[in-house]
């Protein structure tokens, strides 16, 4: 698609911000007013459109794309999105370790362990550990204090958490994505541990490679998402 608009322009409206091409108002794909509640998230949301060059390539709106589900599909299911994030608490990648003999359980002590503690000293939860892939649930209290922790998250956190959380499969890393120290590289170097660790082993595989560096991209425009969406100040 050509692109159709000269002018971005940021502007405030009823009930937040909104991103307008050529004084019109940015719609989302279902046709709902792209309206966010601040300005730094609309600005971030600007920064796409003026990006684009001559053809409009979609790939650029990763933004935009969480955007318009925090809108068009949170926003009328907020109770589903949660239960859906609930579910990744219940197989977290962290909480999966190789059997304590193999070299790798050692490496997954040091990586995710300090991430697991951290999660549970915050919500006052235990998360259940295991060696190998046999599931073990969690307790009914862990899973209803985790359940309050996302019900305080308005529609655009919870979007961009749902991002997090399914490329990194962790909720234990979504959420610890959303402190206002998180290091997003970091964070997503844990989530691929077990993938780094067969690299480490076997080689590099190009078309792997490339499909990690697109899902890197994409958990860190998330947690840029995020961050603008705690940011109030203006400017």
Same mark, same amino acid.
């Given at each position: 698609?050509?692109?159709?608009? *000269?002018? +971005? ?6 009930? !937040? ?15 709902? &007013? ?5 300005? &730094?998230? =609309? ?16 790939? !650029? ?6 955007? /318009?589900?925090?809108? #068009?599909? +949170? @926003? ?24 304590? $003999? ?7 002590? #040091? ?12 919500? !006052? ?8 892939? +046999? ?8 899973? =209803? ?28 890393? !979504? ?5 206002? #120290?998180? /290091?997003?590289?970091?964070?997503? #170097?844990?989530?691929?541990? $077990? $993938? /780094? ?9 190009? $078309? @792997?490679? *490339? ?10 425009? @998330? ?13």
């Amino acid at each position: 698609m050509k692109r159709f608009y *000269d002018e +971005v322009s940021v502007r405030q409206v009823d009930g !937040g911000w909104s991103v307008a091409l050529d004084g019109r108002v940015v719609m989302t794909q279902t046709r709902k &007013p792209q309206i966010v509640p601040t300005e &730094p998230l =609309a600005r971030l949301l600007a920064r796409e459109w003026r990006g684009q060059g001559e053809e409009i390539d979609p790939r !650029g709106f990763r933004h935009r794309d969480i955007a /318009d589900f925090a809108i #068009d599909v +949170v @926003a009328p299911d907020r109770a589903g999105q949660i239960d859906k994030l609930l579910a990744y608490a219940e197989t977290d990648t962290l909480c999966y370790r190789a059997d304590p $003999e193999d070299a790798l359980w050692r490496r997954q002590q #040091d990586v995710w362990e300090p991430l697991v503690t951290a999660l549970e000293a915050r919500e !006052g939860i235990r998360m259940e550990r295991v060696s190998g892939i +046999v599931a073990r649930p969690l307790s009914d209290e862990a899973t =209803a204090a985790l359940r309050r922790r996302l019900e305080r998250l308005d529609i655009f956190e919870l979007a961009g958490l749902y991002a997090l959380t399914s490329l990194a499969a962790s909720l234990c890393i !979504g959420l610890a994505a959303l402190e206002s #120290d998180a /290091d997003g590289k970091q964070l997503w #170097d844990a989530a691929n541990l $077990e $993938e /780094d660790w067969q690299t480490e082993r076997w080689g590099v595989d190009a $078309e @792997a490679a *490339d499909r990690r560096a697109e899902r890197k991209a994409a958990f860190l425009s @998330a947690l840029e998402f995020v961050r603008c969406r705690q940011t109030t100040d203006h400017g």
